[in-house]
């Protein structure tokens, strides 16, 4: 009971460090994302404000601004000033531009045309004329405007005159839909809000429509915020404090917000915007923290598992050897017993090895003897058709040395020449095939490779049609013009390929109109080479043939090893021989199948 009682508590104490490990790690992930969004948007704001807050001051400094403010009543000059503030707007991308006197009175404006113009409007209440005036500054300030009803940014700026006295002020108003139409929150793996606060708590910029214009502070009405936002009712968002979770920085807190269409806890961030009294509070949901806690409960208790499972496993382990040690001086006795019986045993069993491995290499060799025997046999056969092909050369080339010697006599050199190049021609064809011979007649060169399969069959028909039975066969190597590249031994592939050419046209002798055809075709395993004849075709059970010793022929023409020795050689290349009765007519056809290789360039 002692150790279930151990694993019980050690099993609570994992699921507790679990949760709060879980939570740990999952409030930290939620500050960093809070940190990375709140950096984001706070360059964002920064970047907007270093790109409009020297404008005014700019504008400031044309000539025609104070021009406008010395002769308030000069039309002339306040038309160019409302022409050039409409330029202005149009170039720096703001809503409005317009001029005011000491008093804050509007005397001219880019929107002088509309029937909502600034023209002859009063904004001394405003801070950024307050501002301007007193420090001699360019200003910044948001609020609605009276007149629009719209957000925006105010950027101000005193128009002086040579003496640096203050004769009025500039404004350029920017829209907060510019700013807010560049808030494009990545996709996040939690949902997060942001709102921008200003220095009385009130939210002027928000990911939520129905956040904007709320009291995030929850302070007591006062004049600034309704003259800031008129119309508006900047009711308390239903905020309540949850405290500050464990392991994370003194700048975050955690919040419930219980809102129409929310009611959620929130890990709330908040961050001062520069150069202004703005504060962004970022807000990111703290319902992934469940789904983070779950997964180190998870792994606390496969954690658990693997321990409690690893102790359970010694545990047994230890016991077990306890019980083999006891066994051990038994199992020696019997060990010592059993060593001598397998060391005989062994000995037969290398023995019996070693024999069957020599009579393997003598198999292999006999094979090797008697596939080369086969090839002699061929030779043999075809020594009279080569005996044949070679002195039809010689009587041309007896004739063409005669002719040559009474041509020298006459003194007719060209014809001398000429015979010359033809007794050099039939030379030539001699050679060649006195070498194809003797190519045929060598052993293989070594393990197999990748060939052309035209090579082969090439190699086989200059052999074939040197034979005097081979003439009026009408041969059709449909060869293929691009190579046909195979895995084998070409010098066996050729041996193949001369006893099926062989076999065809010995099918065919007595045949009317005696015909081969040789053809290459892909096929889902490789290449297929087809040899096929309009003989008298194969006997009913076509795989009698591939056996040995098996022909239709006399003796004179073989002995019925070719076909067997053929399927013997293609096996060993990894390919497949087989034979069979044509369907489309008289004849058989066999099919060479061989493992399909890249084309090499």
Same mark, same amino acid.
């Given at each position: 009971?002692?150790?279930?009682?151990?694993?019980?508590?050690?099993?609570?104490?994992?699921?507790?460090?679990?949760?709060?490990?879980?939570?740990?790690?999952?409030?930290?992930?939620?500050?960093?994302?809070?940190?990375?969004?709140?950096?984001?948007?706070?360059?964002?704001?920064?970047?907007?404000?270093?790109?409009?807050?020297?404008?005014?001051?700019?504008?400031?400094?044309?000539?025609?601004?104070?021009?406008?403010?010395?002769?308030?009543?000069?039309?002339?000059?306040?038309? !160019?000033?409302?022409?050039?503030?409409?330029?202005?707007?149009?170039?720096?991308?703001?809503?409005?531009?317009?001029?005011?006197?000491?008093?804050? @009175?509007?005397? %001219?404006?880019?929107?002088?045309?509309?029937?909502?113009?600034?023209?002859?409007?009063?904004?001394?209440?405003?801070?950024?004329?307050?501002? %301007?005036?007193?420090?001699?500054?360019?200003?910044?300030? @948001?609020?609605?405007?009276?007149? &629009?009803?719209?957000?925006?940014?105010?950027?101000?700026?005193?128009?002086?005159?040579?003496?640096?006295?203050?004769?009025? /002020?500039?404004?350029?108003?920017?829209?907060?839909?510019?700013?807010?139409?560049?808030?494009?929150?990545?996709?996040?793996?939690?949902?997060?809000?942001?709102?921008?606060?200003?220095?009385?708590?009130?939210?002027?910029?928000? &990911?939520?429509?129905?956040?904007?214009?709320?009291?995030?502070?929850?302070?007591?009405?006062?004049?600034?915020? &309704?003259?800031?936002? =008129?119309?508006?009712?900047?009711?308390?968002?239903?905020?309540?404090?949850? +405290?500050?979770?464990?392991?994370?920085?003194?700048?975050?807190?955690?919040?419930? /917000?219980?809102? =129409?269409?929310?009611?959620?806890?929130?890990?709330?961030?908040?961050?001062?915007?520069?150069?202004?009294?703005?504060?962004?509070?970022?807000?990111?949901?703290?319902?992934?923290?469940?789904?983070?806690?779950?997964?180190?409960?998870? +792994?606390?208790?496969?954690?658990?598992?693997?321990?409690?499972?690893?102790?359970?496993?010694?545990?047994?382990?230890?016991?077990? !050897?306890?019980?083999?040690?006891?066994?051990?001086?038994?199992? !020696?006795?019997?060990?010592?017993?059993?060593?001598?019986?397998?060391?005989?045993?062994?000995?037969?069993?290398?023995?019996?090895?070693?024999?069957?491995?020599?009579?393997?290499?003598?198999?292999?060799?006999?094979?090797?003897?008697?596939?080369?025997?086969?090839?002699?046999?061929?030779?043999?056969?075809? &020594?009279?058709?080569?005996?044949?092909?070679?002195?039809?050369?010689?009587?041309?080339?007896?004739?063409?040395?005669?002719?040559?010697?009474?041509?020298? !006599?006459?003194?007719?050199?060209?014809?001398?020449? %000429?015979?010359?190049?033809?007794?050099?021609?039939?030379?030539?064809?001699?050679?060649?095939?006195?070498?194809?011979?003797?190519?045929?007649?060598?052993?293989?060169?070594?393990?197999?490779?990748?060939? *052309?399969?035209?090579?082969?069959?090439?190699?086989?028909?200059?052999?074939?049609? %040197?034979?005097? #039975?081979?003439?009026?066969?009408?041969?059709?190597?449909?060869?293929?013009?691009?190579?046909?590249?195979?895995?084998?031994?070409?010098?066996?592939?050729?041996?193949?390929?001369?006893?099926?050419?062989?076999?065809?046209?010995?099918?065919?002798?007595? /045949?009317?109109?005696?015909?081969?055809?040789?053809?290459?075709?892909?096929?889902? *395993?490789?290449?297929?080479?087809?040899?096929?004849?309009?003989?008298?075709?194969?006997?009913? #059970?076509?795989?009698?043939?591939?056996? =040995?010793?098996?022909?239709?022929?006399?003796?004179?023409?073989?002995?019925?090893?070719?076909?067997?020795?053929?399927?013997?050689?293609?096996?060993?290349?990894?390919?497949?021989?087989?034979?069979? #009765?044509? #369907?489309?007519?008289?004849?058989?056809?066999?099919?060479?199948?061989?493992?399909?290789?890249?084309?090499?360039?």
């Amino acid at each position: 009971m002692t150790y279930r009682l151990w694993a019980v508590l050690l099993f609570l104490v994992t699921i507790g460090f679990s949760w709060l490990l879980g939570g740990w790690a999952g409030y930290r992930m939620l500050e960093q994302e809070a940190h990375e969004e709140s950096f984001r948007y706070t360059q964002l704001v920064a970047n907007e404000l270093k790109r409009y807050r020297p404008i005014p001051e700019l504008m400031a400094e044309h000539p025609l601004m104070e021009n406008v403010l010395l002769n308030p009543d000069n039309q002339r000059l306040i038309l !160019e000033a409302n022409e050039e503030m409409k330029r202005m707007a149009n170039i720096v991308g703001s809503s409005d531009v317009y001029l005011m006197d000491r008093t804050g @009175f509007t005397i %001219a404006a880019n929107n002088y045309q509309r029937r909502d113009s600034f023209i002859g409007r009063v904004f001394d209440f405003r801070p950024y004329f307050q501002d %301007a005036m007193r420090t001699g500054d360019s200003a910044v300030y @948001f609020a609605l405007g009276t007149t &629009s009803d719209i957000r925006g940014l105010y950027f101000s700026h005193p128009v002086k005159n040579g003496r640096g006295d203050i004769l009025g /002020v500039i404004a350029v108003k920017v829209q907060v839909n510019e700013l807010e139409s560049q808030w494009q929150r990545p996709a996040s793996l939690h949902d997060a809000e942001m709102v921008v606060l200003d220095d009385d708590g009130i939210s002027f910029l928000s &990911s939520r429509k129905d956040w904007l214009y709320r009291d995030f502070d929850r302070q007591s009405p006062n004049p600034a915020p &309704s003259l800031r936002y =008129p119309n508006r009712d900047l009711a308390p968002m239903a905020i309540t404090p949850l +405290g500050q979770p464990w392991g994370v920085s003194a700048k975050v807190a955690r919040i419930h /917000v219980s809102e =129409p269409g929310v009611d959620q806890d929130y890990l709330q961030l908040r961050t001062p915007l520069p150069r202004m009294d703005w504060t962004l509070q970022v807000m990111v949901s703290t319902q992934p923290i469940l789904w983070i806690r779950i997964q180190f409960l998870i +792994g606390g208790f496969m954690l658990f598992l693997g321990i409690f499972l690893t102790w359970l496993y010694l545990r047994e382990r230890y016991r077990r !050897e306890a019980e083999l040690a006891q066994r051990g001086e038994q199992l !020696e006795k019997r060990v010592a017993e059993r060593t001598a019986d397998l060391e005989n045993t062994n000995q037969q069993l290398l023995e019996e090895i070693r024999q069957r491995e020599e009579a393997q290499d003598e198999l292999k060799e006999t094979q090797q003897e008697l596939i080369q025997a086969a090839k002699l046999a061929v030779l043999g056969q075809m &020594s009279a058709g080569l005996n044949h092909e070679m002195n039809q050369p010689l009587t041309a080339i007896q004739t063409y040395a005669r002719n040559s010697r009474r041509f020298l !006599e006459r003194g007719e050199t060209a014809m001398v020449d %000429a015979n010359l190049q033809e007794i050099a021609s039939l030379c030539l064809k001699m050679a060649e095939l006195t070498r194809q011979f003797k190519v045929f007649a060598r052993k293989s060169e070594g393990p197999p490779s990748s060939i *052309d399969l035209r090579q082969p069959i090439d190699a086989a028909l200059k052999i074939i049609t %040197a034979q005097e #039975n081979s003439e009026g066969v009408t041969i059709d190597w449909q060869r293929p013009d691009e190579p046909v590249m195979i895995h084998g031994d070409l010098i066996r592939i050729e041996q193949v390929m001369v006893n099926l050419i062989a076999n065809a046209v010995q099918a065919v002798e007595g /045949v009317d109109d005696p015909r081969i055809t040789i053809d290459i075709r892909s096929d889902d *395993d490789g290449w297929q080479c087809r040899i096929r004849d309009n003989g008298s075709g194969l006997p009913a #059970n076509t795989e009698q043939v591939f056996e =040995p010793f098996f022909t239709t022929k006399s003796m004179k023409q073989g002995l019925g090893l070719g076909l067997s020795i053929s399927r013997q050689i293609v096996d060993a290349q990894g390919g497949r021989l087989t034979g069979h #009765n044509r #369907n489309d007519g008289d004849g058989a056809e066999f099919i060479l199948t061989l493992t399909r290789r890249e084309t090499v360039e």
